[in-house]
């Protein structure tokens, strides 16, 4: 089964970091514009970081505090965060465009991993 599993979620004080790791799984050949967006209780969607060919993007509200890596030999994409806020508290998911011998291109999310914030 082809997928996106996300881990590295938690509850960590203001101030602190965590690394988020989002692993693609199944009979993989490539893995595209991977990001990562987070979902805060009655607000959309947003995009916090992402690679493309050329590119590293990152929203303003992160710059300066989050990184996006990838490890192609381990199929990860992370997110590093560091200098937390209460309001980076959200639900997170990794998102990429995943290349299979099973099924071709389709896109994928992850499951979601839960990043709350608080003293």
């Known amino acids: 089964q082809v997928q996106l599993v996300e881990s590295g979620g938690g509850l960590v004080q203001p101030g602190g970091s965590l690394r988020l790791s989002c692993t693609a799984s199944?009979?993989?050949?490539?893995?595209?514009?991977p990001g990562w967006y987070r979902q805060a209780p009655g607000k959309q969607r947003e995009l916090v970081a992402g690679?493309?060919?050329?590119?590293?993007n990152y929203a303003d509200s992160v710059k300066g505090r989050f990184t996006i890596s990838r490890d192609a030999t381990k199929n990860t994409i992370y997110l590093q965060m560091t200098s937390l806020k209460h309001e980076d508290t959200a639900t997170y998911y990794c998102?990429?465009?995943?290349?299979?011998?099973?099924?071709?291109?389709?896109?994928?999310w992850g499951q979601g991993t839960q990043v709350t914030v608080s003293s």
């Open positions: 998102n990429a465009r995943l290349k299979s011998s099973d099924y071709g291109m389709r896109t994928y």
């Open positions: 199944g009979s993989i050949v490539g893995i595209y514009g």
């Open positions: 690679i493309s060919i050329s590119s590293v």
